[in-house]
């Protein structure tokens, strides 16, 4: 098989690349090692930057979102019994949009089906072979079948765990990684949000968040053990630990309900440099993960998307290099701010096995800051709202 873009990964990544450069004319086959149903079937990120929206209009993705988003002029920051909020249109006068990663990944599978894309699924054994020339291919199997596909680039959108990122040489990869001491317990619940906005809780027992899908689809998380299984956690021990880490005014509002989902993430900054490698590159969690505190994994990998479809376009309609010569430079500029952001707010508001009695103060102090200082409010406000691409 032969094509212009050869993609490995078929989640948010690698389908919003992949129908974008449909849009342009640019062909692409998408590599996924699992099925539709299984990638659709991840719980994940929930918060969207106006970037990610504006490349889903382009992409012509965006209707249902529209529709079924809901837009977020703010959010919630409490510590103890205190709470306070940042205004994003105050600060930005832009929204955050609330719509889940699997409404995005199944509009863009729905998307790409529709026009007839190539995807295949339940794959295995991929390799990527030669990325250091101008004949770069891939192979891979699919039920046993030996198969090759030559292209003219590929995009590693494989996540955290795929290969795309080992296929460029120790010798040239440079890894940054920092593990966090605990994780997110996540429950998903047919119940309605405790708040019209999302509640981020710093409390003396842990970090916890209060989202929501729509109306009747809340997304809780309370920080945990990294020994922590979900089946240590019933939904009432689930519940009664969120209402203690809540304001009281809050915990006397929520409404519980059988969990529909519950899972554990564990949190970790991460960042492998470079980006491209010949005519590999990288791009969302294939290249760099953070925690989920500042909703900025999807975010991220939907900036990088940008500016490799942009290079890509550059080289197919003008035959200019400028932009795959620079994409692993673009790229990490804003994935270091994203990564700093995300460290930065997880370490505001989560509680630390080890933290010294000062650690708690200056973090109580960087809250009090938070919340009397327009000026941190506002640099707050920016990063949470999306940096400009
Ligand atoms: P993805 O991991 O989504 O997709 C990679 C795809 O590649 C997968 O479908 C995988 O099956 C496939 N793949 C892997 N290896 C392959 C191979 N060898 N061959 C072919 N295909 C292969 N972000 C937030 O902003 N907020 C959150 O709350 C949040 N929660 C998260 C919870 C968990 C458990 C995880 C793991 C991540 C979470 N994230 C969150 C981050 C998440 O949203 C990612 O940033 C987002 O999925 C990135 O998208 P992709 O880069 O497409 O990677
Ligand atoms: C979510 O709704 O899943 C969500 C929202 C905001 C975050 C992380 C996760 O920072």
């Known amino acids: 098989m032969k094509t212009q873009v050869a993609i490995i990964g078929g989640g948010p990544a690698g389908l919003l690349l992949s129908q974008l450069l449909h849009v342009r004319g640019i ?33 012509g993705c965006a209707e249902r979102m529209h529709a079924e988003g809901y837009s977020h002029d703010g959010a919630l920051i409490s510590y103890g019994d205190e709470m306070f909020r940042i205004d994003f249109a105050e600060h930005t006068g832009t929204p955050v949009l609330i719509y889940g990663q699997t409404e995005v990944t199944r509009d863009l599978y729905d998307a790409r089906e529709k026009a007839g894309g190539k995807i295949e699924f339940e794959v295995e054994d991929v390799e990527i072979r030669d990325a250091d020339t101008d004949q770069p291919h891939v192979l891979y199997t699919v039920g046993g079948e030996a198969r090759r596909i030559e292209c003219d680039f590929i995009a590693g959108c494989d996540g955290f765990h795929g290969v795309s990122r080992q296929a460029i040489p120790l010798s040239v990869r440079r890894e940054y990684e920092k593990i966090y001491p605990f994780g997110w317990l996540g429950v998903l619940s047919e119940t309605p949000p405790v708040n019209h906005e999302l509640i981020y809780a710093n409390s003396e027992r842990g970090f916890a968040l209060c989202s929501m899908r729509n109306e009747n689809l809340s997304r809780y998380y309370i920080q945990c053990s990294l020994s922590d299984s979900p089946a240590d956690w019933t939904d009432e021990a689930f519940w009664e630990e969120l209402k203690r880490r809540i304001p009281k005014a809050q915990a006397d509002q929520l409404v519980t309900g059988p969990s529909i989902e519950k899972s554990i993430a564990p949190l970790r900054s991460f960042v492998t440099e470079p980006m491209r490698w010949g005519r590999l590159f990288l791009c969302g969690d294939a290249a760099h993960i953070v925690p989920p505190t500042g909703a900025k994994g999807l975010n991220t990998a939907a900036s990088d998307v940008h500016y490799l479809y942009n290079a890509l376009r550059d080289y197919y309609e003008n035959g200019s290099e400028t932009g795959i010569d620079g994409y692993s430079q673009k790229a990490l500029a804003r994935v270091w701010k ?52």
């Open 27 to 59: 062909d692409s086959v998408i590599l996924e090692r699992k099925t539709r149903d299984y990638v659709l079937g991840r719980i994940r990120a929930g918060v969207l930057e106006q970037g990610l929206v504006r490349l889903m209009e382009e992409a």
């Open 338 to 389: 994203a990564e700093r952001f995300s460290w930065w707010f997880s370490s505001l508001l989560h509680r630390y096995p080890d933290q010294a009695a000062f650690d708690l103060k200056m973090q109580i102090a960087d809250l009090e800051f938070l919340r009397s200082n327009t000026a941190a409010q506002k640099a707050m406000a920016e990063n949470y709202v999306g940096l400009p691409y």
